[in-house]
């Protein structure tokens, strides 16, 4: 079965410190792998997907084939970043996102 | 560009009432998916469709519906309501590839009293 698990529901860092939100999945096949961030009073948007291989406001996530994971991280966080996160996948080739039940993150000034 | 636009921002209803959600896409996405939000269970997907047909479709039980017209906007509609359908719902709309990003709406927030 698909799933996509992300184990904390809080994390609480202090600015500066280093931030990695974990996710981890069950697929079969080839994922397509994202984070999709909600910051306070504003919608759920994409923060980054593992096809770009990109690095948006500090964050970074690798997808780990060996250990199904896509963690987040960010080597100093900044109060701003303060939000709810989710891990998301989707099936190769569908229109299918499967959602983790997010982590919201504290940066603690 | 307008954003993804749901209507109405919030309705309360009572079990065994049904309820029509509505959501206006950006202009020139094709593509509309729908989720329910709940605190415990995040967001879980409930269909998807791309010019009028629906692609792809969750584990949600037949009271929940859907359909798009041909101007792109779609309407979710669940029957026979009950306590555990209250939840946010979002709509989500995206030019209709794969590989594309998904631009969610607000959200309607539904309480079942």
């Known amino acids: 079965a698909q799933r996509v698990t992300q184990p904390e529901k809080l994390l609480s860092v202090f600015k500066g410190a280093p931030v990695e939100l974990k996710c981890n999945y069950s697929y079969s096949g080839s994922p397509e792998l994202f984070w999709y961030v909600q910051y306070s009073r504003q919608r759920l948007q994409l923060l980054l997907r593992?096809?770009s291989r990109e690095s948006i406001k500090g964050f970074t996530a690798d997808l780990n084939k060996g250990e199904t994971s896509f963690h987040l991280k960010k080597p100093f966080a900044q109060e701003e970043d303060s939000a709810m996160y989710y891990c998301?996948?989707?099936?190769?080739?569908?229109?299918?996102?499967?959602f983790g039940t997010g982590t919201r993150l504290k940066v603690l000034a | 560009k307008a954003g993804v636009t749901q209507t109405p921002r919030y309705l309360i209803k009572t079990r065994g009432q049904q309820v029509t959600l509505s959501c206006s896409p950006i202009s020139g996405h094709r593509s509309v998916s729908w989720y329910q939000q709940t605190p415990g269970q995040g967001l879980q997907f409930l269909f998807e469709?791309?010019?009028?047909?629906?692609?792809n479709k969750g584990n949600f039980p037949g009271r929940f519906s859907g359909r798009q017209f041909s101007n792109s906007r779609s309407e979710m509609n669940v029957s026979t309501l009950e306590l555990g359908d209250s939840a946010l719902y979002l709509c989500a709309s995206n030019p209709g590839s794969t590989n594309e990003k998904l631009f969610f709406g607000s959200g309607t927030q539904l309480s079942v009293l």
């Open positions: 998301a996948l989707k099936s190769s080739g569908t229109y299918k996102y499967i």
């Open positions: 593992h096809i």
């Open positions: 469709y791309f010019s009028e047909t629906q692609r």
